[in-house]
T-cell receptor, first 113, second 114 residues
């Protein structure tokens, strides 16, 4: 079956612009996670959604970052007024429920010039 | 707060030799433990996980790990590595009853040489 997909695979933007990153989880998976992988910080948790519960936003680095999940499926991570330090690979993962195995997408590589 | 330390950033090893990648964690509460692998230019793939039960966990590609609660360690081992095992390996924990979010170590780059 189809795995987790993310789009775009690569994104180059100018400092100060807004970007939207999309994640399509595995069908039927109720839990969805966003992580960031960067050279300086390694792999960091950003936010997770579980069903209709309020998301856990504890990993978002600033209020420029936000995410939503529509209809319990597709999720969009938005970064407003991008900065050069936002350059990283943004990874999405989903699991059938909390604490089950997380399946990762290929990531979106973001470069802020 | 929980943290994960991978003691070696790079591990070079010859093909068919055994390897151990070390992982220690810090937590005052019960955790679940994971090893993920990231092959060059690919996404993260689960190698194995420890949730409960037997402390020796077997995973894919001949890897295994042992959970040691007293030493708060979860070291990854393989008795004989292949060139194809060259990749970056990440140890991670998630806290029981906290939503499953993963806290990762900094990664260990395993380089298998012929």
């Amino acid at each position: 079956g189809a795995g987790v997909s993310q789009s775009p695979s690569n994104k180059v933007t100018e400092k100060g612009k807004d970007v939207e990153l999309r994640c399509d989880p595995i069908s039927g998976h109720t839990a969805l996670y966003w992580y960031r992988q960067s050279l300086g910080q390694g792999l960091e948790f950003l936010i997770y959604f579980q069903g209709n519960s309020a998301p856990d936003k504890s990993g978002l680095p600033s209020d420029r970052f936000s995410a939503e999940r529509t209809g319990g499926s597709v999720s969009t991570l938005t970064i407003q007024r991008t900065q050069q330090e936002d350059s990283a690979v943004y990874l999405c993962a989903s699991s059938s429920r909390v604490q089950e195995t997380q399946y990762f997408g290929p990531g979106t590589r973001l470069l802020v010039l | 707060a929980q943290s994960v330390t991978q003691l070696d950033s790079q591990v070079p090893v010859f093909e068919e030799a055994p390897v151990e990648l070390r992982c220690n964690y810090s937590s005052s509460v019960s955790v679940y433990l994971f090893w993920y692998v990231q092959y060059p230019n690919q996404g993260l793939q689960l190698l194995l996980k420890y949730l409960s039960g037997s402390t020796l966990v077997k995973g894919i590609n001949g890897f295994e790990a042992e959970f040691n609660k007293s030493q708060t360690s979860f070291h990854l081992r393989k008795p004989s590595v292949h060139i194809s095992d060259t990749a970056e390996y990440f140890c991670a924990v998630s806290v029981y009853n906290q939503g499953g979010k993963l806290i990762f170590g900094q990664g260990t780059e395993l380089s298998v040489k012929p």
